[in-house]
C-alpha cells in the first residue's frame, strides 16, 4: 500500500522556468511533510518542510503547498536552474509515531540551459 | 560540525553471509533512523533509535537488527543475507526534541550488493 504517491517518474523543465513538483498521500494522520533532493552516489538533502497545520512554506527558491482536503501538495522551483537536476522525494510522517518517515518513489528533474 | 557519515561506502556479500553497516550521526543529534532504498523506489523505514531504544521499526524481518551507541552512533546488522537485500541503506539523524515533527538528515549511504 503506497501511502505517499509520486506519479510523475521524470519532468523536464527550461532553465529560467518554473518547475512544479506533485506528491499525493493517502493517509489523512499524516501531520509533517518534507521534500529532499537526491543527486547520485549521494544520500538525500533536506529541501523544505511544511506541517499540516499550514498551505505554504517558501525558502527562496523553493516554496510548498499543502491541500489537506484533497490529500495534495507540491514544490515550485522559481527560476529552475540546471543545478537543480536530481532526483526529489516526498515524505510525510505522522508526528506521534516518532517521526518515521514515508516516501515516495522520486520525480527525476532535468533543468536544460 | 560535521554531518552525518556511514561506512563502509559500498559492500559485495554472498547470500546467507552477516553484514554490519556503521553510520555518525550529526552533532547534537540524538535519534538515529535507518532506511533501506531500492533501485528506483524511495527509502523504505527499517527501524529508529532514540536514546539507545528502538523507537518505532517498519516492516522489516527480525534478521535487520540496530544499536545505537552512548555517543548516538549507531548500527545496522542484517543476517542471512538474501539477494532482494542488496540496496543502499541510508542512515539518517534528528535531535528528538520536536516531537516527532522534525526534519532527518540523511548521510551519504552504503551500497550492498549480495550474490
Known amino acids: 500500500d503506497q501511502q505517499v504517491k509520486q506519479n510523475s517518474p521524470s519532468l523536464s523543465v527550461q532553465e529560467g522556468r518554473i518547475s512544479i513538483l506533485n506528491c499525493d498521500y493517502t493517509?489523512?494522520?499524516?501531520?509533517?511533510f518534507l521534500w529532499y533532493k537526491k543527486y547520485p552516489a549521494e544520500g538525500p538533502t533536506f529541501l523544505i518542510s511544511?506541517?499540516?497545520?499550514?498551505d505554504k512554506n517558501e525558502d527562496g527558491r523553493f516554496t510548498v503547498f499543502l491541500n489537506k482536503s484533497a490529500k495534495h501538495l507540491s514544490l515550485h522551483i522559481v527560476p529552475s536552474q540546471p543545478g537543480d537536476s536530481a532526483v526529489y522525494f516526498c515524505?510525510?510522517?505522522?508526528?506521534?509515531?516518532?517521526?518515521?518517515?514515508?516516501f515516495g518513489a522520486g520525480t527525476i528533474l532535468r533543468v536544460k540551459s | 560540525e560535521t554531518g552525518v557519515t556511514q561506512s563502509p561506502t559500498h559492500l559485495i556479500k554472498t547470500r546467507g553471509q552477516q553484514v554490519t553497516l556503521r553510520c555518525s550521526s550529526q552533532s547534537g543529534h540524538n535519534t538515529v533512523s535507518w532506511y533501506q532504498q531500492a533501485l528506483g523506489q524511495g527509502p523504505q523505514f527499517i527501524f529508529q533509535y532514540y536514546r539507545e531504544e528502538e523507537n518505532g521499526r517498519g516492516n522489516f524481518p527480525p534478521r535487520f537488527s540496530g544499536l545505537q551507541f552512548p555517543n548516538y552512533s549507531s548500527e545496522l546488522n542484517v543476517n542471512a543475507l538474501e539477494l532482494d537485500d542488496s540496496a543502499l541503506y541510508l542512515c539518517?539523524?534528528?535531535?528528538?526534541?520536536?516531537?516527532?515533527?522534525?526534519?532527518?538528515?540523511f548521510g551519504p549511504g552504503t551500497r550492498l550488493l549480495v550474490l
Open positions: 493517509n489523512s494522520m499524516f501531520d509533517y
Open positions: 515524505a510525510a510522517s505522522v508526528g506521534e509515531y516518532g517521526n518515521k518517515l514515508v
Open positions: 511544511i506541517s499540516s497545520i499550514k
Open positions: 539518517a539523524s534528528s535531535t528528538g526534541l520536536a516531537g516527532g515533527l522534525e526534519t532527518q538528515y
